[in-house]
Nanobody, 119 residues
Framework: QVQLVESGGGLVQAGGSLRLSCAAS????????MGWYRQAPGKQRELVAT???????NYADSVKGRFTISRDNSKNTVYLQMNSLKPEDTAVYYC?????????????WGQGTQVTVSS
């Protein structure tokens, strides 16, 4: 069974940095896309950043220039380096992956990790 396990969330002051990690495990044949979404209280889940197997990167306008997504294909792991954090970045961050496993091509979500930025 495929699982996405996130780590790296926490509490940080405005202007600080955090690095999130997400490792995909299980019987995985290939990963098409990995990325991050976030959901703040009372708001819809929104895209933060994604990276494809071909190396394409996509960022939300609100995080461009501050967040960097990267991927280690040998470890089936995606990272999100978050710098210059703002209180409005406070949210639960979810790892997301589209991959081929024993159930075919499917999308998977991690359990979420809380990021809190204090002013």
């Amino acid at each position: 069974q495929v699982q996405l396990v996130e780590s790296g969330g926490g509490l940080v002051q405005a202007g600080g940095s955090l690095r999130l990690s997400c490792a995909a495990s299980g019987r995985i044949f290939s990963i098409n896309l990995m990325g991050w979404y976030r959901q703040a209280p009372g708001k819809q889940r929104e895209l933060v950043a994604t990276t494809t197997s071909g190396g394409s990167l996509n960022y939300a306008d609100s995080v461009k220039g501050r967040f960097t997504i990267s991927r280690d294909n040998s470890k089936n792991t995606v990272y999100l380096q978050m710098n210059s954090l703002k209180p409005e970045d406070t949210a639960v961050y979810y790892c997301y992956a589209v991959l081929s496993g024993t159930l075919g091509l499917r999308a998977y979500w991690g359990q979420g990790t809380q990021v809190t930025v204090s002013s």
